[in-house]
């Protein structure tokens, strides 16, 4: 359809490619369109130099499409296909970890330990059941070791999980942070003292219901700086990331998304 109209396309299958195709100091293109999954849009996101924000079309075709759900991007390739090339940009906040980018959300404590035993099983696409049989797996032996955080320079003392959301949805449709918006500059961090394998049911079921910050042990806050002491499990848009120092932020540049007006 872009090749009727008479538009010039470049496609682009892999990380190599795209790593050669978007490599520092090239030209960037005015308008990108990303087929794939949150992992895929954080890929391109990664590759951003300074400065340079086309804007995005998104085509969601991943596991858990979040950003996609976010925004009301249809998930059908057809009807994304008409938001893609005739709707207006709205702002997405692009959030960094460490030097590496991110759109929907970061975690450190049992998240992390999910997707490094998803990662090591993994076997082509990524699917939701993988998810399921790392938790039962996992189980009771989920190591859940304890780190401190602090928030815009302001200590919060020791937890053992804290998941810093973008967009509010959690596993693809769960709306597990309510407050939290995509273009407030800000991000929404979820804080659990205590280890969540011995209340694993518990948990799951208030952060199903959107109640995850009532729980007792919860701590809800808004930031736009985020430093964590001693992580040692860590996922970024639902892959394996290094612990240690964590340091996150929100980019002053957001991304441009051709999205449905929000309502």
Not at 49 to 72: D, E, H, K, M, Y
Not at 226 to 247: F, I, K, M, S, Y
């Amino acid at each position: 359809r872009l090749r009727a109209a008479g538009r010039p396309v470049r496609r682009v299958t892999d990380r190599e490619e795209l790593a050669a195709a978007f490599a520092p100091g090239r030209v960037w293109p005015a308008e990108v369109w990303v087929c794939g999954g949150d992992g895929t849009l954080g890929d391109l996101a990664q590759r951003l130099p300074g400065g340079a924000r086309p804007i995005v079309g998104l085509l969601p075709t991943g596991t858990g499409n979040v950003v996609a759900r976010t925004l009301r991007i249809p998930l059908g390739i057809a009807a994304a296909l008409e938001v893609a090339w005739s709707a207006p940009p709205r702002r997405l906040d692009l959030a960094w970890m460490n030097g590496r980018a991110f759109t929907f959300m970061a975690s450190v404590g049992i998240d992390g330990e999910l997707a490094a035993t998803v990662a090591a099983r993994r076997r082509g696409p990524m699917r939701r059941t993988d998810w399921v049989k790392a938790a039962w797996s996992l189980g009771r032996a989920a190591r859940e070791t304890p780190f401190t955080v602090a928030a815009d320079g302001r200590p919060l003392g020791t937890f053992r999980y804290a998941a810093l959301f973008n967009c509010g949805l959690y596993a693809g449709s769960f709306p597990v942070c309510p407050s939290a918006r995509v273009d407030d500059g800000r991000l929404d961090l979820l804080l659990l003292r205590a280890a969540i394998a011995p209340r694993f049911i518990r948990v799951v079921l208030a952060a199903l219901r959107g109640r995850a910050a009532a729980l007792p042990d919860a701590q809800l806050v808004s930031a736009r700086e985020v430093v964590v002491e001693g992580a040692t499990a860590v996922q970024v848009d639902g892959d394996p990331a290094p612990g240690g120092r964590l340091a996150f932020s929100v980019d002053a540049e957001p991304l441009a998304i051709r999205a449905p007006a929000p309502v």
